[in-house]
């Protein structure tokens, strides 16, 4: 900005007029100008009164030397903005006037192509809400149907079961009488008990005796493997049979496996002609499924007895014939009287 303007001097400061009322001082001697007094106020108010007419010029202002003389007006450069705010205007893409018909076409399409992608994340929305509305009116209605259909299963199921309890208890009225019934009841619950107990995981007698018999026969394995690979060489390894108590066990679980069984074909669950009607109900199928236990359980027992006794079996011969080649490689040695110990 320009500076501001010098403001105008008091007329009580101006420099006099040359042409002064006083008498004229001699040339040859001068005072200094700080002796010099100056005129009177009076005189100096009559001469430094403007004129009253306006037409006259103003004349220009004399300065002397205790006055200081106006320096010229300087002109006020104009401001020029900072490079980093001149470089930001460039930059800034949106002070470029788009005025090509490039950058027009290219904003229009990308206005489209926003209003597309607008439109599209409105029409997925409404479609993933209409078909969630669908999947779940399907599924309300499936599910009601199984809901339905469960119902019916368990309503037949409980009217067959009681079919089959009705002709369990008709089938024994007819051949043991109401007492018969209460001892088939209690049959039926013994046998269950006690397959049960054999066939436990944990401790049962028939899983005990497998086991003994499934790591007899790992070493059965391995013996045979050793040989194999060493010829035969090896003649202080021998396969023993299962001991005398695992026989035993074996010979007492399947007398009362084939007794369970006995007891389950002396039940009247299986009915007289009237098995087709009720094979779906739970009482057929609980007395079906510990006949069907039963009888594999003893099949299981006299398989693994039969694997026992043909391996011992073959493992007899193998002692014979190793025994007929020890004795065929030896050479025959004269037999010859000795005295006997109790003689000597």
């Not at 439109?119 to 009601?144: F, G, P």
């Not at 690979?229 to 396969?239: E, K, R, T």
């Not at 009247?268 to 109900?281: A, F, N, P, R, T």
């Not at 080649?325 to 110990?341: A, C, F, H, N």
């Amino acid at each position: 900005m320009p500076p501001p303007p010098r403001p105008s001097r008091s007329a009580s400061l101006r420099q006099p007029a040359s042409s002064s009322l006083g008498p004229p001082t001699p040339r040859g001697h001068t005072r200094h100008r700080s002796q010099v007094i100056p005129p009177a106020a009076s005189q100096v108010s009559r001469k430094t009164d403007p004129p009253s007419a306006p037409s006259t010029p103003r004349s220009r202002t004399q300065f002397s030397t205790y006055q200081q003389q106006p320096s010229p007006k300087k002109l006020a450069k104009p401001t020029t903005a900072t490079p980093l705010a001149s470089a930001s205007t460039e930059l800034d893409p949106s002070m470029i006037p788009s005025l090509s018909p490039e950058v027009a076409a290219l904003q229009t399409e990308l206005l489209q192509l926003s209003l597309l992608h607008l439109s599209l994340l409105r029409e997925d929305a409404d479609w993933k809400a209409k078909a969630e509305k669908q999947l779940r009116i399907k599924y309300n209605t499936v599910a009601e149907k199984h809901r339905c259909v469960v119902k019916e299963e368990k309503d037949y199921q409980q009217r067959l079961n009681g079919q089959a309890l009705h002709c369990w208890l008709k089938n024994s009225i007819e051949h043991n009488g109401h007492q018969g019934f209460a001892v088939q009841i209690q049959v039926l619950s013994e046998v269950a008990q006690e397959v049960c107990d054999l066939s436990d995981i944990q401790g049962g007698r028939f899983t005990l005796a497998v086991q003994d018999f499934e790591s007899w026969f790992r070493k059965v394995e391995e013996i045979k493997t050793c040989r194999h690979y060493q010829g035969g060489s090896d003649l202080d390894v021998f396969i023993d049979p299962l001991d005398r108590a695992w026989q035993e066990e074996v010979h007492a679980l399947t007398m009362k496996l084939e007794l369970c069984s006995r007891q389950l074909q002396s039940l009247d669950i299986m009915g007289y002609g009237e098995v087709e009607q009720l094979e779906g109900s739970s009482l057929y199928r609980t007395a079906k499924g510990l006949d069907d236990m039963v009888n594999s359980m003893i099949e299981e027992l006299n398989t693994i007895c039969k694997i026992e006794a043909d391996v011992v079996r073959s493992e007899r011969q193998w002692v014979s014939q190793l025994s007929q080649q020890v004795v065929s490689t030896r050479p025959l040695e004269k037999r010859i009287p000795r005295v006997g110990m109790w003689r000597s």
